[in-house]
């Protein structure tokens, strides 16, 4: 493949960068740039804005409202909303990056009719029922059982980790159909509302002091035979396929970028007596590190997007991109810090949904939320060692 831009492709470059700058709300790029918790439904707005304009869901086939962009168009938009401050994809529920995909390659007739012009609308908000106590990264053994009585199914046990449940109204799981089945072997797909009895939804605080993550308890929760996504005993390999588009998103190059752009204009401004702090040799060579990272880290999203796009499984890749992209948003967040200095320390509830404080540098408000909040990162989507362990299978297979 030729990774190098086209004259095409940089005309489609300019047509999205003018498109943000005339549709982009001002009060929304702001709160995105203070604010690392940014409220759902400032994050639906500006979905709401891209499906009318037919952009919501680029990665999606053309005949479920996709765009038709190839994967390197698609991965220019998302570096072009990320240096706008456009809010993460992620926010507004991950029913377009993760579930959407797993319903249009896998699901039914009926399913994709009811499920994905909703996700596509904004109308509903979905969250990832996976991880459970004890089966984070060794999801397999996760032991959340679904019984089938009749036309239901009747779930009971625990989810962990649920980002968003709170403004959920949709919930995809993992659950234990068969536990005779070999360990993979028995586990399906299921998806359903979250307002059925016996649901509950408790709050995790994270360190940086939000309310992002929870645990959800199913209590004998009834739900239809009809929920159940695809082929019983086959949500294993749904779960594979949608990790792969999840490890993906997860590795947030663009927004990386745009993260290190902030920080070499904050450095411009803070000084150290009479120099700026970007004139400071060991930050400018930590930042050089970060941005030679950032360009390979670009090449290998572009290679990984073209071979989705292509069919072409390589799960590899997309762990490659996961555990190298997730370690360098902890690196660029860290070097954020020790710019920040003792500034950095003014971590106060702005009473507004923000942390920061009003003597702190403007550029620097959210920056300290962003650093506590993402040192999951290298954790969440599969540990770092996780992606090691599938790096290593698949070098060292047939060995």
Same mark, same amino acid.
């Given at each position: 493949?030729?990774?190098?831009?086209?004259?095409?492709?940089?005309?489609?470059?300019?047509?999205?960068?003018?498109?943000?700058?005339?549709?982009?709300?001002?009060?929304?790029?702001?709160?995105?740039?203070?604010?690392?918790?940014?409220?759902?439904? #400032?994050?639906?707005?500006?979905?709401?804005?891209?499906?009318?304009?037919?952009?919501?869901?680029?990665?999606?086939?053309?005949?479920?409202?996709?765009?038709?962009?190839?994967?390197?168009?698609?991965?220019?938009?998302?570096?072009?909303?990320?240096?706008?401050?456009? /809010?993460?994809?992620?926010?507004?529920?991950?029913? +377009?990056?993760?579930?959407?995909?797993?319903?249009?390659?896998? @699901?039914?007739?009926?399913?994709?009719?009811?499920?994905?012009?909703?996700?596509?609308?904004?109308?509903?908000?979905?969250? #990832? @029922?996976?991880?459970? /106590?004890?089966?984070?990264?060794?999801?397999?053994?996760?032991?959340?059982?679904?019984?089938?009585?009749?036309?239901?199914?009747?779930?009971?046990?625990?989810?962990?980790?649920?980002?968003?449940?709170?403004?959920?109204?949709?919930?995809?799981?993992?659950?234990?159909?068969?536990?005779?089945?070999?360990?993979?072997?028995?586990?399906?797909?299921?998806?359903?509302?979250?307002?059925?009895? @016996?649901?509950?939804?408790? /709050? +995790? +605080?994270?360190?940086?002091?939000?309310?992002?993550?929870?645990?959800?308890?199913?209590?004998?929760?009834?739900? /239809?035979?009809?929920?159940?996504?695809?082929?019983? @005993?086959?949500?294993?390999?749904?779960?594979?396929?949608?990790?792969?588009?999840?490890?993906?998103?997860?590795?947030?190059?663009?927004?990386?970028?745009?993260?290190?752009?902030?920080?070499?204009?904050?450095?411009?401004?803070?000084?150290?007596?009479?120099?700026?702090?970007?004139?400071?040799?060991?930050?400018?060579?930590?930042?050089?590190?970060?941005? +030679?990272?950032?360009?390979?880290?670009?090449?290998?999203?572009?290679?990984?997007?073209?071979?989705?796009?292509?069919?072409?499984?390589?799960?590899?890749?997309?762990?490659?991109?996961?555990?190298?992209?997730?370690?360098?948003?902890?690196?660029?967040?860290?070097?954020?810090?020790?710019?920040?200095?003792?500034?950095?320390?003014?971590?106060?509830?702005?009473?507004?949904?923000?942390?920061?404080?009003?003597?702190?540098?403007?550029?620097?408000?959210?920056?300290?939320?962003?650093?506590?909040?993402?040192?999951?990162?290298?954790?969440?989507?599969?540990?770092?060692?996780?992606?090691?362990?599938?790096?290593?299978?698949?070098?060292?297979?047939?060995?």
């Amino acid at each position: 493949m030729n990774l190098a831009t086209t004259v095409e492709e940089e005309v489609f470059r300019q047509d999205v960068r003018a498109f943000i700058r005339e549709h982009m709300p001002a009060d929304l790029a702001e709160q995105s740039r203070r604010q690392f918790h940014l409220a759902p439904a #400032q994050a639906l707005r500006w979905q709401k804005i891209l499906h009318r304009q037919g952009w919501e869901v680029p990665a999606w086939p053309v005949e479920h409202g996709g765009t038709g962009w190839t994967a390197v168009q698609r991965y220019i938009f998302e570096e072009e909303c990320a240096l706008a401050d456009a /809010p993460f994809a992620m926010l507004a529920g991950v029913g +377009i990056p993760m579930v959407g995909p797993v319903i249009y390659t896998f @699901g039914n007739a009926k399913q994709k009719a009811e499920y994905l012009p909703r996700i596509r609308s904004g109308e509903d908000f979905w969250c #990832q @029922g996976f991880s459970e /106590p004890g089966a984070g990264s060794d999801l397999a053994s996760l032991r959340t059982r679904a019984v089938r009585d009749g036309d239901d199914y009747i779930i009971n046990g625990q989810k962990i980790w649920t980002s968003m449940a709170q403004h959920a109204n949709m919930i995809f799981c993992l659950v234990r159909t068969d536990p005779e089945a070999k360990t993979q072997q028995g586990i399906s797909f299921l998806v359903f509302s979250l307002d059925r009895p @016996g649901i509950t939804i408790r /709050p +995790i +605080i994270s360190i940086d002091g939000a309310h992002s993550l929870n645990e959800v308890f199913f209590e004998n929760v009834r739900v /239809p035979a009809s929920s159940l996504l695809g082929e019983e @005993g086959k949500g294993w390999t749904y779960a594979k396929f949608l990790l792969g588009h999840e490890r993906f998103s997860l590795a947030e190059v663009a927004r990386s970028k745009r993260r290190l752009e902030r920080l070499r204009a904050f450095a411009l401004e803070v000084r150290e007596g009479q120099r700026p702090l970007a004139d400071d040799v060991a930050f400018r060579r930590r930042a050089a590190d970060i941005e +030679i990272d950032l360009l390979i880290l670009e090449q290998l999203a572009r290679r990984v997007a073209w071979e989705m796009d292509m069919g072409i499984e390589n799960p590899g890749g997309a762990s490659i991109l996961k555990l190298r992209g997730t370690q360098t948003i902890k690196d660029v967040n860290e070097l954020w810090m020790d710019a920040l200095g003792h500034w950095g320390l003014a971590f106060e509830d702005m009473g507004d949904g923000t942390h920061g404080s009003p003597t702190v540098p403007e550029l620097s408000q959210g920056r300290a939320e962003e650093f506590l909040y993402l040192q999951a990162s290298t954790i969440y989507g599969g540990t770092s060692e996780t992606q090691r362990n599938i790096v290593a299978k698949l070098i060292y297979a047939g060995q």
